[in-house]
């Protein structure tokens, strides 16, 4: 603690006075160092930054944490709507669409079964593509709910059929 006894001057910041309020009437001053502010925060500010932080993250982040299971079932349909227009450009050159479960093969490689083939349907390096959560897309020809058609699905998240996760191309109005 550094103490330094100077003449009064009006402007000091702290007054040894004796009782006496006037600076006229005071001998001595007594600047003391720790009445100036130093830099930094103080650990109030600290933690009132921290909370607020904190309300902030909880607000945003849960908007945000669906985004990619969003962008995911996104990219699922966008497939399936390439998957069928690849198949109805087989139906419209072939006369009919590719039968069985392995039939998106047929939008790369000719069938022996298709003698008016002009593909391949589905330009793709490395075969047909999975669906967004690494698995295959489930095609059946005909198909149990487009029965003149077929059907294509992903079982979405869970990799289980039949719930709400899946995509599909009946739900998509085909």
Known sequence: ?????TKPNPNDEARMTN?????????FVIRHSSF????????????LVMVILGILAAIVVPKFANRGEQAR????KTQIGA???ALSAFEVDNGYYPRGKDGLMALMKPPSDAPSW??????EKGGIP???????????????HNTSGYDISSAGFDGREGNEDDVTNWQQGK
């Open 73 to 76: 079932q996104t990219a699922a």
């Open 83 to 85: 998957f069928s227009t």
């Open 118 to 123: 002009k593909g391949a349907y589905l330009e």
């Open 36 to 47: 100036r502010r130093r830099g930094g925060f103080t650990l109030i500010e600290l933690l």
């Open 19 to 27: 009782g006496q309020s006037s600076a006229a009437n005071s001998s």
């Open 130 to 144: 999975t669906d967004p959560w690494g698995r295959p897309y489930l095609y059946e020809c005909p198909g149990k």
């Open 1 to 5: 603690m550094k103490i330094t006894i």
